[in-house]
């Protein structure tokens, strides 16, 4: 049993305390009702003291222990005080994992939505185009972004025309689909027909979303600490978009309302500036040494999806790390006695090791960890955009453009539609060119449908492998990126039979109407919604 660490408060204290922790008994409670910067200073001052967090609260961020300030801004001096020293001045970032921030970013373009989902220890959430049309018209125009470099440029009016008759081909290309799917795919008489209605509907969506430029507006809602936040200011402040350092500057200053001591650095000239500087320069100081050094070199032809790289020897790692746990034996002698066993008794080591998984959530331990595979991939935007959010792992892309051609779904040329999604690809590419040979090549990418294939690697340890290979193989995802990690089984499996047999969610399976299911459970009796 957890000891009881008793807090000797006054009756006055209590009052006054009483609305910022859920507890004052106890010793596990939770804070309520402060800023961020308050818990995150509370929790720096904490380390650094033998007092009670409730104490040092009532001493420290309460003088007296007075009742009479008003929740929500408890300690917020005394806050900003602490940062200033120990965050500024000591230059101690831990402390700035201690304080989060919900941010909703409303109106950017797929093309920036990537540039903030890049960092690794915080949460997305985006507006999905597999559940939402994009068919109507806000104020009168369809939902894209302009880049203010191109609304100053000779090449604004071309720009728009383009998207327009993008997005007017997308609406057009969804009801036909849609009809489509209703005919191939008719409903039988032990489904729901909201639940039908609702899975052709998302097929259809699925379907066309290629047509849909990297320019396509979302809205994203992101979570993070100061750290993080900190982290994606410089970042954005560093890139050759326009539309990121506006965002990053309107990031700012809505941050400075809730965590001001967290992002203090950011504009400082010898913190954040020379910092964002730093990165700037670098970006451009490799692209052009790449590009001189590669420009001669001819692309060779690869799969969609390419085991670039993995470690022989890592099934019997993983085995090793398995029994470490369990064992009094050194690393190298444990990792000697698993390259002796045969794949029979790997297998069983590590069966017993994962044990009987009934839901995919439920994962092994990190002795999964002790290997990891490098994918090269070559598939279309679009499932790009869903694998990008992956954030256990790393992922590095190339540019956004026309050069590895596009993909074409095959109920697009079965509809009739293959002439029509071929000119409109053809369209992007031209804008495209037009950007490029307007100066304007670091916008090319908006231009761009989600159709045409990117260029990306994705390296991860083998328990990241599972979390991606199962849920992204799961009946209810969208084919590109189901076909992606399909691949990626296959291939550990040819390499660590052992440790694809543990992925044992990964859905092979083809299936018609992808969300069929899944609508059908959700509307069952007793179904969350």
């Not at 430029?213 to 954005?236: D, H, I």
């Not at 998984?357 to 070559?378: C, M, Q, W």
């Not at 453009?401 to 999604?421: C, L, Q, R, V």
Request: hydrophobic share 40%.
């Amino acid at each position: 049993m957890i000891p009881s660490n008793v807090d000797t408060l006054t009756a006055e204290e209590r009052e006054a305390l009483a609305p910022y922790f859920t507890a004052l008994e106890g010793p596990v409670f939770a804070l309520t009702g402060l800023p961020e910067v308050v818990k995150g200073a509370l929790f720096a001052r904490y380390s650094r003291s033998p007092k009670s967090l409730r104490r040092l609260f009532a001493d420290e961020f309460l003088p007296g222990g007075r009742a009479s300030v008003p929740t929500g801004s408890a300690g917020a001096e005394r806050a900003e005080s602490l940062y200033e020293k120990v965050f500024v001045e000591f230059g101690d970032d831990s402390v700035a994992q201690l304080g989060g921030v919900h941010l909703a970013v409303e109106g950017a373009s797929n093309v920036l939505t990537k540039v903030l989902e890049r960092g690794r220890l915080m949460a997305y959430l985006e507006q999905s185009t597999r559940y939402i049309p994009y068919t109507d018209r806000p104020g009168g125009r369809w939902r894209y972004v302009t880049p203010p470099e191109i609304e100053s440029s000779s090449l604004h009016g071309e720009f728009d025309a383009a998207m327009d008759r993008a997005f007017a081909t997308y609406a057009r290309f969804l009801d036909g689909m849609q009809s489509f799917f209703e005919r191939k795919f008719p409903r039988d008489a032990t489904t729901a027909e909201g639940a039908w209605r609702r899975a052709v509907r998302a097929k259809a969506l699925d379907t066309v979303r290629g047509l849909l430029p990297a320019a396509t507006k979302s809205s994203v809602g992101l979570y993070g600490s100061g750290q993080a936040f900190e982290a994606l200011l410089l970042r954005l402040r560093a890139s050759p978009l326009a539309e990121a350092r506006g965002c990053a500057d309107r990031m700012l200053v809505e941050l400075r309302k809730v965590i001001p001591a967290f992002v203090a650095r950011v504009d400082q000239p010898d913190r954040g500036v020379r910092w964002s500087q730093y990165l700037a320069d670098t970006r451009a100081h490799a692209q052009a040494t790449a590009h001189a050094r590669l420009a001669s070199v001819t692309p060779e032809e690869r799969s969609e999806v390419t085991l670039a790289d993995f470690d022989p020897d890592g099934e019997a790692k993983v085995v090793a790390a398995a029994l470490y746990p369990h064992a009094t034996l050194p690393d190298e002698q444990l990792l000697a006695v698993a390259r002796s066993m045969s794949d029979a008794e790997r297998g069983e080591i590590l069966r017993a090791y994962v044990g009987e998984r009934v839901n995919r959530r439920h994962k092994p331990g990190r002795a999964f960890e002790r290997t990891s595979y490098r994918f090269d991939i070559l598939s279309d935007y679009g499932a790009f955009r869903d694998l990008q959010r992956h954030r256990m792992l790393t992922i590095d892309w190339q540019p956004l453009s026309p050069a590895h051609g596009f993909t074409m779904p095959e109920e697009i040329a079965e509809a009739g539609f293959a002439a029509d999604w071929s000119r409109a690809m053809d369209e992007s590419a031209r804008l495209f060119d037009a950007l490029c040979g307007g100066g304007l090549g670091e916008l090319g990418p908006y231009a761009i449908s989600m159709a045409y294939r990117l260029r990306y690697a994705m390296q991860m340890n083998a328990r990241e492998a599972m979390h991606v290979i199962e849920l992204r193989t799961a009946p209810q995802g969208h084919p590109s990126y189901r076909r992606v990690c399909q691949t990626m089984h296959d291939l550990i499996a040819q390499k660590h039979p052992a440790v694809a047999a543990a992925m044992v969610f990964a859905d092979h399976s083809a299936v018609g109407l992808e969300r069929l299911q899944a609508e059908q459970k959700a509307r069952r009796p007793g179904a969350a919604h």
